[in-house]
């Protein structure tokens, strides 16, 4: 089969199968030349690199209804947005999003390229995020792959060859396959087609429209593929967080630097996270070590945190942090890893020698 009949054949399917998502255009406004919204399909492949469709949602409903433009973006808060983004993990890119969104509206007057070499001159966006964001938000035919396009070109060709070395064959297989008509359409068709039908565990090739030409399902070998070159074992880390609070309930935060791991985000006081970390407290106290340990998973290392809890005066002076009231405190603006530390400590909190307020577990 040609591969343009093939093209022509997935977006029929598409046509009656696409996934309706917040940020997309689906193929029936599309068709009566609606165009997506570039400020929307910018801010979801951003969000959507290295987390699920499922995860992002709420947090692109609540940026988008918070900052509803590129230019609300670019006006609004560090701190408010990185807020908004905790949870979400991997925090460069909510730094990068902010330089972003500023560059639009300093350099674009608020509008986004629709080119990729501009786009790739814009802060934060890659090769794939330019191409995605060029091709579904301007229809401009570009070869998008992602990790669910990966997956399918590696079984329609019956590619054994290990990610991360195929990459450029696979990507040479969809530039084939990339039409010029409705290639935004496209580039959604095929990852559709990766995340409903030939996903990385029991494909359901009986419904998939490409199921005649597929190499793989021919071969039987669709749930070996892709295959993947063996990752080394992650490295363990270990640190210590303390949690500090007043009689009035006040906990003590600190904000992390702007670069560097969980840059920009609130967190607890801590050390140094290798694999013998010194004490280094904020400032003299009775501390208590908690039985438990936070444990998180980075991308590069495994991170075990031991947490060392204390109650001080009304008048003490940390060598770093400030505290806040417990009013004001949101768990919802930590990280992921400093939650983990808040919801072990409360408990614990709660009956060190002195009556705290009751706090919200927000």
């Not at 406004?29 to 690199?49: C, F, G, N, T």
């Not at 064959?169 to 990766?194: E, K, S």
Request: with cysteine.
């Amino acid at each position: 089969m040609h591969d343009q009949a093939r093209s022509a054949d997935l977006l029929n399917w598409y046509d009656s199968h696409a996934r309706e998502l917040p940020w997309r255009i689906g193929p029936a406004q599309h068709a009566k030349d609606v165009m997506p919204d570039p400020y929307r399909i910018w801010l979801s492949e951003v969000m959507l690199q290295q987390t699920t469709v499922a995860s992002v949602i709420p947090y692109f409903e609540r940026f988008t209804a918070r900052w509803p433009t590129v230019a609300d973006l670019a006006a609004a808060e560090d701190a408010h947005v990185m807020g908004e983004w905790a949870g979400l993990g991997y925090y460069a890119r909510a730094r990068n999003l902010l330089k972003c969104a500023r560059a639009v509206v300093a350099d674009h007057a608020g509008q986004f390229p629709d080119q990729p070499a501009a786009l790739l001159g814009l802060p934060g966006i890659g090769p794939y995020t330019a191409a995605a964001i060029a091709a579904i938000a301007f229809d401009q035919p570009q070869v998008v792959v992602d990790g669910n396009i990966e997956r399918v070109m590696a079984r329609l060709h019956n590619d054994p060859t290990p990610l991360p070395r195929a990459k450029a064959a696979f990507t040479r297989a969809a530039a084939a396959l990339t039409p010029i008509h409705r290639p935004g359409d496209y580039a959604q068709a095929v990852m559709d087609l990766g995340a409903m039908i030939c996903t990385p565990k029991s494909p359901n090739c009986g419904l998939c429209p490409w199921r005649l030409p597929c190499r793989a399902r021919a071969e039987g070998t669709q749930e070996t593929l892709p295959r993947k070159t063996p990752r080394k074992p992650k490295p363990t880390r270990l640190g210590i967080a303390y949690v500090v609070q007043r009689p009035d309930g006040a906990l003590l935060l600190e904000r992390r630097p702007g670069k560097g791991l969980l840059g920009g985000m609130l967190g607890w006081p801590g050390s140094d996270w290798n694999e013998a970390p010194a004490p280094a407290p904020p400032l003299s106290a009775g501390w208590q070590l908690l039985p438990v340990e936070a444990r998180h998973t980075f991308t590069h290392f495994h991170l075990r945190l031991q947490i060392m809890l204390a109650q001080v005066g009304a008048d003490a002076r940390p060598k770093t942090g400030a505290f806040i009231a417990y009013r004001n405190f949101n768990r919802s603006e930590l990280p992921t890893v400093m939650r983990k530390v808040f919801d072990l400590s409360h408990d614990a909190l709660e009956n060190i020698n002195y009556t705290a307020p009751k706090r919200s577990r927000r």
